[in-house]
């Protein structure tokens, strides 16, 4: 079983940045395919990023795609999300998920495949 903890997120003004970060522990994060969701209020959680095992395949929902940017480092068992040219329609609660049995984008946007989810983290983008 994997533990995730997201952090990073804040109160930021439209056109900044923010970095997310998503720290694993319990078991090392190799075997995970490792995504983003975010849920707004009133809204249901929605896929944000999503990235293979070892990293070398990436995927994006259309809103963020070209402003968001995900990554990973296995050996510091972390997974990260790179926001840039924040929007106020940003704004909502990040959740890290991980899943051992998706290899690709196939499956991967629907929360209920994930098997671990962290606590999330609050980001807010002011206009």
């Known amino acids: 079983q994997v533990q995730l903890v997201e952090s990073g997120g804040g109160l930021v003004q439209a056109g900044g940045s923010l970095r997310l970060s998503c720290a694993a522990s319990?078991?090392?994060?190799?075997?995970?395919?490792m995504g983003w969701f975010r849920q707004a209020p009133g809204k249901e959680r929605e896929f944000v990023a999503g990235?293979?095992?070892?990293?070398?395949?990436?995927y994006y929902a259309d809103s963020p795609k070209g402003r968001f940017t995900i990554s990973r480092n296995n050996d510091k068992n972390s997974v990260y999300l790179q926001m840039n040219s924040l929007k106020p329609e940003d704004t909502a609660i990040y959740y890290c998920?991980?899943?051992?049995?998706?290899?690709?984008?196939?499956?991967?946007?629907?929360?209920?495949?994930?098997?671990?989810w962290g606590q999330g983290t609050q980001v807010t983008v002011s206009s």
């Open positions: 990235i293979t095992r070892g990293g070398g395949r990436t």
């Open positions: 998920a991980a899943d051992t049995g998706l290899t690709s984008r196939s499956g991967s946007d629907s929360p209920r495949v994930y098997e671990y």
């Open positions: 319990g078991r090392t994060i190799t075997t995970y395919y």
